[in-house]
């Protein structure tokens, strides 16, 4: 038995966060692209942000403007449909970055305007800066880690999602298979009994 078309075409997207935006790719249960097909960028409640559209290997990128959930879903167009989830967690680590430096910028004014209403000594002001400095790179580079980890297992979780969607598909094959195979048996043991039955009818 041959699956139908809406089977063996099955849509299916993937995405992940890279810093301030949501990478990702639309393709069909076999790996084979889907190319130039509407990728809406929805909110954790489903409210529509924005819609753009697939490359020729079926990739997107999208800037978003906060760290929340987002739900990414691809139209093929001829009704099927596939999603993906964005955590907020996944993006927190760029706008924490966004926010630091922020605050950094903010802490850098008040030191100054401290300095010139209480006037602390240079050695003073030394250790302040040191251990803010501290704080920053220790910050930093937690980030940076993070950032480069999530990099290098976006494609290991890609193949992984696109492998289970193809075992999947086997599973499913494999399942009907199995009921035609049990029809065909069902079927032809029915006309084994009516050529036995008849064979007894004609000797009688």
């Given at each position: 038995?041959?699956?139908?078309?809406?089977?063996?075409h099955r849509l299916q997207v993937f995405a992940a966060a890279d810093g301030a935006a949501i990478e990702g790719r639309a393709y069909f249960v076999g790996g084979h692209p889907a190319r130039d097909i509407a990728i809406q960028v929805l909110d954790g409640e489903g409210e529509p942000i924005t819609e753009l559209r697939s490359d020729?290997?079926?990739?997107?990128?999208?800037?978003?403007?906060?760290?929340?959930?987002?739900?990414?879903?691809?139209?093929?167009?001829?009704?099927?449909?596939?999603?993906?989830?964005?955590?907020?967690?996944?993006?927190?680590?760029?706008?924490?970055?966004?926010?630091?430096?922020?605050?950094?910028?903010?802490?850098?004014?008040?030191?100054?305007?401290?300095?010139?209403?209480?006037?602390?000594?240079?050695?003073?002001?030394?250790?302040?800066?040191?251990?803010?400095?501290?704080?920053?790179?220790?910050?930093?580079?937690?980030?940076?880690?993070?950032?480069?980890?999530?990099?290098?297992?976006?494609?290991?979780?890609?193949?992984?999602?696109?492998?289970?969607?193809?075992?999947?598909?086997?599973?499913?094959?494999?399942?009907?298979?199995?009921?035609?195979?049990?029809?065909?048996?069902?079927?032809?043991?029915?006309?084994?009994?009516?050529?036995?039955?008849?064979?007894?009818?004609?000797?009688?």
């Amino acid at each position: 038995m041959l699956a139908s078309p809406s089977v063996a075409h099955r849509l299916q997207v993937f995405a992940a966060a890279d810093g301030a935006a949501i990478e990702g790719r639309a393709y069909f249960v076999g790996g084979h692209p889907a190319r130039d097909i509407a990728i809406q960028v929805l909110d954790g409640e489903g409210e529509p942000i924005t819609e753009l559209r697939s490359d020729a290997e079926g990739r997107f990128r999208v800037d978003v403007s906060a760290a929340r959930d987002y739900r990414i879903v691809a139209h093929s167009g001829d009704g099927h449909r596939a999603e993906w989830p964005i955590s907020a967690a996944e993006l927190a680590g760029a706008f924490d970055e966004r926010a630091a430096s922020g605050a950094d910028g903010t802490g850098s004014d008040s030191r100054a305007e401290s300095a010139q209403a209480v006037g602390p000594s240079a050695q003073e002001l030394v250790c302040i800066e040191g251990a803010e400095l501290d704080r920053a790179l220790s910050a930093a580079i937690e980030r940076s880690v993070e950032q480069a980890v999530a990099r290098q297992l976006r494609p290991l979780r890609e193949a992984l999602a696109e492998a289970q969607a193809q075992v999947a598909l086997r599973d499913l094959l494999g399942g009907l298979g199995y009921i035609a195979g049990l029809a065909g048996l069902g079927l032809w043991w029915t006309r084994r009994r009516k050529t036995s039955g008849a064979g007894d009818t004609d000797a009688r």
